[in-house]
Structures are given as structure tokens and as C-alpha cells.
């Protein structure tokens, strides 16, 4: 039988091995820019740090001073476990019934080449003639924080050449027929307190000592996460995205082999992941309030920090909203909103005030991103092909304000 053209070149990169710590980032951006030749499209490439090379494809729109529509994809994928996949997941192999699996197929080399295949097939029938400039993306680094990938782009001269004013990037599968779309992401905190307190020898009541306030912190931060755990669970209405977590991931402190010392400082290490419903400021100056209670010295600083909750909204006020909105409507399919339950590349276009969708075409599809045996129909991906022809056009047709 015959495959799609779109499929196959799906498949040819999902063989390229872009795979931490050592993608193979030169290969892909040759691949791409082959692709764009193919396919007939200006391609350029942004060096935003050395090795890191972000590659632009650009479909120029007919009034150029309007702020453009960009199509944003990264092309690296998360390591995998051999032995626990039923194939080599860099074959791209295809079962009988169309699935097809590879590391990157939901995550997300999937929703790279659906764009461009839909601007192929949209050229084939003269349809690619838009208002608004057009730009697909494709960015090194996202699975690893994006720091030497998009939060250099977003910064790059080049990037804001490109004076994009709306984005789509990645969303999840969705195992039922409709499609998620993601508007927020929680914001991720990384804190590392430390409680300082008397030391002095573990056969004696020991004072104001480090222990007792790393108890009480320790109560403070999972006692709201319980909480929070009790909020998801009763209100059924809630997701992953709506509410807060809180987990200790580190703890340290004391002599090793020397039990019977009490030491003069212990440190505590949280993961903290906060809800857009959820002030920023209120957070913190609840966990202010948490060190002030556990006892005197008791200090914290940030391994990372993000100032920002950026929501894109999702009120038919807005142009982009209503556009996206409708397409979906006029296909007649089913679209789920959501906050984003870990962070993405998205957050730095939200950041500098860019509105941007999260949103992979993957309905009937379970959520396999980083795990083992990831999958893709081939007509769950041809699918998104085509409603990225419907959803292309729309939001590069979106008039001046
Ligand atoms: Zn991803």
C-alpha cells in the first residue's frame, strides 16, 4: 500500500536522533532545510547559541506590517529506555493498524510536520495565500528548560524581526474524541530553605534546634498539599493545571556517620508548581509566613524562579480566541481548555506578551509523552494535517484590529 506523503516524511524524522544529551542537531537542520526547499519556502537559520541553531520557515503574508502568526515546534526529544519498548524507537516502524511509534511522535514531531504539510497541501490547491506572515519554527532545547534555545530566541534580533503576534506550540493527547487546548501553564518554583538551629550532642533536649523547624516546614508545605491533593480529588471539575503541588524532593543535613551530633543546619528542597488561579505574590507570602512560624533564621532562596503567569485568553473578545474557537466549530469538533500541567517552551513567548495556544491535533490518542512504546496514529496525524489547513489560513486571515 501506498503512504502518504506527509507520513513518510513524519516518519523520516522521527528517525533523525535528536535524542539528550547528544541530539543530533546539525542533521535536523538539514533535514529541515531540505524539507522547505521541497516543499517551496523560505528557510533561514538563527545561531542563537553555538550548536544551537533554531531554523525559520517563513510563507510571507500580503500585508507584511501586520504582526505575524508563528508556528512553533522543538526538535529534540527526551532519552528512552530500549529495553521497554516493543521496537527500536527510532525506527518509526508501523504497525498494521497505522500506529506508528517513535520517540517524538506526540512529543512533538508530530505538530512540526503537520504544519508544514499543511502549508504544502494548501499550496497545492493555491490556498496559501495569507494576510499575515507565517513563520514555522523549529527549536533546539526545549526538553531541557529552553535556556540556550527559546529563552535566547525570544531575545535574538531576529526573533523580533519576525514581529510575531499570536503562537501556537504544544499541547497533550487526548484519549476521547475531543482535542485539548492549553491557555496557562503552572509556574514552577524551585526552593531551597535552610534551618539553622543550636547544635550540640543527640543525648540532650537541645533548644531552638534545626529539626524542630525543619518539622514544622516540612508541615506547612504538605499539609497545603494536601490541600491542594483534596481540592483536585473532590471537585471533580478541577485538573492537574487548577490546582497547586508541592513536593519535598531533597532534604539534607546532619554528620554522616555521626548520629549522635545535632547539626547546626539542615536544608530542604521543594518543587513547587503554581496555579495561575493561585497569586503569585499570595503564594509567596504564605511561605514567608511558613519560615517566620517554624522558628527564628529559618531563610529560603529560589534555584528557579519565574516571575510570570502568563494566560492567554480564551474570551471570544479576542481575535485570536474567537478564530481559533471557530474552526473548531466549522470542523464540529470537540475542544477541551486546560492549563498546562508542566512548563513548556510556550512560557517565554507568554512572558514577553505574546498570546500563544497549546495545542497538538491528538484526540482517540492516550497521553504517552516521555514514555515508554509513544505512539501516533497515521490517521490521528493526517487528521491534524487537516485541521491545521483549516486553522492556518484562519489566523493568518485574522484582519487588523
Ligand atoms: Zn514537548
Known sequence: MTEEKAVTVFRDYLRIKTVHPVPAYDEVVEFLKNLAQEVGIQCSTVEVHPGRMVVVMTIPGSDPSLPSIMLNSHTDVVPVFEDQWICDPFEAKKMENGDIYA?????????????????????K??????????????IPDEEIGGKLGMAKFVQH?????????????????????????????RTVWWVRVKCPGKPGHGSRFIEDNAAEKVRRVINSFLSFRDEQEKKLKTKGCLRLGDVTTVNLTNLKGGVDGSLNVVPSEMFLGFDIRISPTEKLE????????WMKEAGEDVTYEFLQYNPMQG??????????????????????????????????????????????LGFSPMNKTPILLHDHNEFLNEKVFLKGVDVYCELIPALANVPRK
Open 103 to 123: 520517540r517524538g511522535t506526540q512529543d512533538m514531531k508530530s505538530v512540526g510536520i503537520q504544519y508544514i504539510e499543511a502549508i504544502r497541501k494548501l499550496k
Open 125 to 138: 490547491e493555491n490556498k496559501a495565500n495569507f494576510l499575515r506572515t507565517v513563520h514555522i519554527t523549529w
Open 157 to 185: 534580533e531576529e526573533f523580533k524581526k519576525l514581529n510575531v503576534g499570536f503562537a501556537l506550540d504544544e499541547g497533550l493527547a487526548n484519549p476521547t474524541e475531543a482535542f485539548t487546548v492549553f491557555n496557562g501553564e
Open 282 to 289: 499570595d503564594f509567596e507570602a504564605m511561605m514567608k509566613n
Open 311 to 356: 494566560m492567554t485568553s480564551t474570551d471570544q473578545s479576542s481575535p485570536w480566541w474567537s478564530t481559533f474557537s471557530s474552526v473548531f466549530e466549522k470542523l464540529n469538533f470537540k475542544i477541551e481548555i486546560e492549563i498546562f500541567p508542566a512548563a513548556t517552551d510556550i512560557r517565554y513567548l507568554r512572558e514577553i506578551g505574546i498570546p500563544a
